[in-house]
């Protein structure tokens, strides 16, 4: 499962890469997010063809379901996604975004990208030719059960980019180390978490 894992950092870094972020819109980030999903499950067999003809098809809502992000503010999803002129998109994926806003200084969101294997979500792809043609089953079906990964961080936009507010492992090797560090003293990791040894 390492393999997915750097999938999901190569999709994480990709879309929080601390480049310019003001002026950016939200729902290309998480377009950027499908078709880097798309890149990385086709690198490790679970898709085959055409990354286009996969876009077409909304594939990359079968294994993100969810949006990118969130705002976060005075409740964890905050408020200010859809205020008046900024449309819904009603597509796969899209429709799930709690914002269609281009992104400017000073606002404070999360980005969440993931690869999920939901049972029944994949089911329904697999039923359905526009998108089981680019399925390989066999690879895939050793990922079934699995749940999938997520990476989340919190992030403020800046006029230069953006300040990363989280501070957590990252690599498979920090990890590791991490989770070594946890099992030597005896403690699990949320009690290391929670008492900020991180």
């Known amino acids: 499962m390492a393999a ?3 999938c999901v950092r190569s999709l994480y870094g990709k879309t929080s890469s601390p480049r310019r ?13 499908n078709r880097v999903i798309l890149e990385e499950l086709e690198k490790i067999g679970i898709l085959k063809g055409d990354v286009e003809d ?10 993100m379901p969810h949006g990118l992000g969130h705002f976060l503010g005075i409740d964890v999803h905050d408020v200010g996604g859809y205020p008046e002129g900024v449309d819904r998109i009603d597509l796969p994926g899209l429709k799930s975004l ?12 999360t980005i969440e990208p993931g690869i999920y294997f939901i049972d029944h979500v994949l089911d329904e ?30 992030i403020a936009v800046t006029a230069n980019g953006m300040e990363l507010l989280t501070c957590v492992p990252r690599t498979v090797e ?8 946890a ?12 008492s900020q040894q991180l």
């Open 174 to 181: 920090e990890i590791e180390a991490f989770m070594a560090d």
């Open 125 to 154: 792809a697999l039923a359905n030719p526009a998108q089981s043609c680019f399925i390989n089953n066999q690879v895939l079906q050793r990922f079934r059960g699995f749940g999938g990964v997520r990476i989340e961080d919190d």
């Open 54 to 63: 996969m876009i077409k098809a909304h594939l990359g809502a079968v294994f």
């Open 4 to 6: 997915l894992y750097r």
């Open 183 to 194: 099992k030597e003293k005896g403690k699990t990791v949320s009690s290391l978490v929670r």
């Open 98 to 109: 709690r914002t269609a806003r281009t992104l400017q200084e000073r606002m404070v969101l």
């Open 21 to 33: 972020m003001t002026d950016v819109s939200w729902p290309d980030m998480h377009r950027l997010s």
